[in-house]
């Protein structure tokens, strides 16, 4: 067996890398990664509903784990019911956050304790609570990407986003109202394509 050292210097590269196109897709366990690993991993991408658990104790689960993952900067979780968010209040320094496929994920508001979050996009969730993304005090770029479930009282709850500076939201079939994002100071992008229902900007003037 590789000392654990070494072990651990390929998980942080697996991690950041992945292989192929398909970045740890078939990977289920990482049983040797120790505890300093995990806390200094800087990015992390997941095929959250094959991925079972990646800490040297077997009870502990990747909800879990996080907690202890203080330096982490960049997460992607793919494919299956995610972690509950409100694991990733351990992870302080994370700055990017990507969400895709996960129906379990419908209310982000425990992203509001992330201080350092300033970039998030979700893409095919079930997502229809955002209105405490108005706490991310950093957040400058949001996009949801067919993410159905979103209102026009979503969008009108990211207009006090502060910092936003770029939205997309791609696909949203019950968006017809974007018109309060006009108090948006900072917000210099918008990109609605595919939101068929909203056929007047006039208010974003």
Same mark, same amino acid.
């Given at each position: 067996?590789?000392?654990?050292?070494a072990r651990d210097a390929?998980?942080?590269?697996?991690?950041?890398?992945?292989?192929?196109?398909?970045?740890?897709?078939?990977?289920?366990?990482?049983?040797?990664?120790?505890?300093?690993?995990?806390?200094?991993?800087?990015?992390?991408?997941?095929?959250?509903?094959?991925?079972?658990?990646?800490?040297?104790?077997?009870?502990?689960?990747?909800?879990?784990?996080?907690?202890?993952?203080?330096?982490?900067?960049?997460?992607?979780?793919?494919?299956?019911?995610?972690?509950?968010?409100?694991? &990733?209040?351990?992870?302080?320094? =994370? /700055? $990017? +956050?990507? #969400?895709?496929?996960?129906? @379990? %994920?419908? !209310?982000? *508001?425990?992203?509001?304790?992330?201080?350092?979050?300033?970039?998030?996009?979700?893409?095919?969730?079930?997502?229809?609570?955002?209105?405490?993304?108005?706490?991310?005090?950093?957040?400058?770029?949001?996009?949801?990407?067919?993410?159905?479930?979103?209102?026009?009282?979503?969008?009108?709850?990211?207009?006090?986003?502060?910092?936003?500076?770029?939205?997309?939201?791609?696909?949203?079939?019950?968006?017809?109202?974007?018109?309060? &994002?006009?108090?948006?100071?900072? =917000? /210099? $992008? +918008?990109? #609605?394509?595919?939101?068929? @229902? %909203?056929? !007047?900007? *006039?208010?974003?003037?």
């Amino acid at each position: 067996a590789l000392p654990l050292p070494a072990r651990d210097a390929v998980v942080r590269y697996l991690c950041k890398e992945g292989y192929g196109s398909r970045p740890m897709e078939n990977l289920r366990a990482l049983p040797f990664v120790s505890e300093g690993t995990l806390a200094a991993l800087k990015e992390l991408r997941l095929p959250v509903g094959k991925f079972e658990a990646y800490t040297v104790e077997p009870a502990v689960r990747q909800a879990n784990a996080l907690r202890r993952a203080w330096e982490l900067g960049v997460l992607t979780l793919r494919h299956g019911p995610a972690p509950t968010l409100d694991t &990733l209040a351990g992870c302080p320094a =994370l /700055h $990017t +956050l990507y #969400l895709w496929h996960n129906d @379990g %994920v419908t !209310d982000l *508001s425990p992203l509001a304790d992330l201080p350092a979050l300033h970039t998030l996009l979700v893409r095919s969730s079930k997502v229809a609570v955002v209105s405490a993304l108005t706490g991310c005090a950093a957040l400058r770029t949001l996009a949801f990407y067919y993410c159905h479930e979103l209102t026009d009282a979503d969008v009108s709850a990211l207009a006090g986003c502060a910092a936003l500076q770029t939205l997309t939201i791609m696909g949203s079939s019950k968006l017809q109202d974007v018109s309060t &994002l006009g108090s948006c100071a900072a =917000l /210099h $992008t +918008l990109d #609605l394509f595919g939101c068929h @229902g %909203v056929t !007047d900007v *006039s208010g974003l003037a």
